[in-house]
C-alpha cells in the first residue's frame, strides 16, 4: 500500500499546500523528536501512523531506535540508510557497542524496514545537495515516550524526548550533575510527584548518579 501511494504525487501537493497556508493543520501537528517530521494520518484506532519527513540537502538523523516497526519509502530523491547491529547487552547504563551491517542508497519507489527497539537501529543520510522525501508507516509504540540516540564512535547510547519531556529531562539531569547543596533535595521533591515512567527513571538514575558522586 506504501508502494501504491508513493507511486502517485498529486496528493503530496495538497499536503504542502496545508503546511503553508492551512493554519489548523499546521497547529494539529505535535512537535517530535525529529524537526524534518510532518504527520500525514493517524489510524483511528491509532493501530498505525503515517509520517513524511523532508530532507534538507546533506541531512542526516543520529543513529536510533524506535518503540514500533516501521516501513520508510524513498518518495522522491534517493535517500541512504545505514542499519546497525547491537552488539552489547544493553545492562551498563550510556554504553552501546554498535556495528554497521549495511549501508544502501534507496532510490524513489524502494522501501526499506525496521523492528522495534535493538532490532531496528539505522540512521537516513541525504548525501545530495537536492532536498529528498520519504514517507514512513509507524506501528503501536511498545516503548513510549522516548527513542535511543547510539553514538557508534563514542560507544555511547542517550535517551531522547520529544521537546516536552525532553525539557524536564534535561533539567533533572543537570540537577544529578550539578552535586549542588540543592541537588539532591530537588531530585526528591521530582521523585515525589506524578511523573511518566521514563521522566521517573531519569529522576532515579539522576539521584543514584549524584550519591555515588558524594
Ligand atoms: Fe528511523
Redesign the pocket.
Known sequence: MLSELMSQKEWFGDILGKVLFNREFSESQKAGIWPNEFTLHRSPDRAFLVLCYIWGPYLS?TA?D?GSW?I?GSFMKPIGERKYMRLDDGKKEGYAELKEVSSTVLQPGEITS?LPLNK?I?R?ENRSDDVAITI?VYGRSMRRGYIQFFYPENRAVTRVYPPKSLREALAIRAAGALSASWSEDLLKQVLSSELTDPIRKEGEYSLARLKSSL
Open positions: 538523523d536510533h524506535h516501521g520508510i525496521v531496528g539505522h537516513m514512513n
